[in-house]
């Protein structure tokens, strides 16, 4: 089962915390083997002009991992936190 397209926003740290970017995706989850497919990487306010491309990652005991890889990196932890943090507040609507 997939499910709907959800947006979150970020900021990624880039250069060891050096430039922090404002960053916004699309994700939608995957129920076979939970993971995500996260694209549409763009800049708030910049129109919807990509600027990385679309990866796959899920959550591997704490770490959010690449799929293909299923190693971690700053983005996918960026990108995971944001995530997390979309779904806890979904889940508090909920109730």
Known sequence: MISAIF??????QVDASRLNIPLEA???KHH???FY???NFRVPGHG???VL?????RKDKEQWVHIDSGKSSDLSDAV???IAVAE???TEGDD
Do not use: K, L, W
């Not at 947006?7 to 990624?12: A, E, L, Y």
């Not at 491309?53 to 990652?57: G, N, R």
């Open 37 to 39: 497919e996260v694209t």
């Open 48 to 50: 919807n002009r990509e």
């Open 7 to 12: 947006t979150i926003r970020f900021n990624f």
């Open 88 to 90: 806890a507040s979904q």
């Open 80 to 82: 995971g936190e944001a």
């Open 32 to 34: 076979s083997n939970t």
């Open 53 to 57: 491309p679309a990866i796959s990652i």
């Open 26 to 28: 699309d994700v939608q």
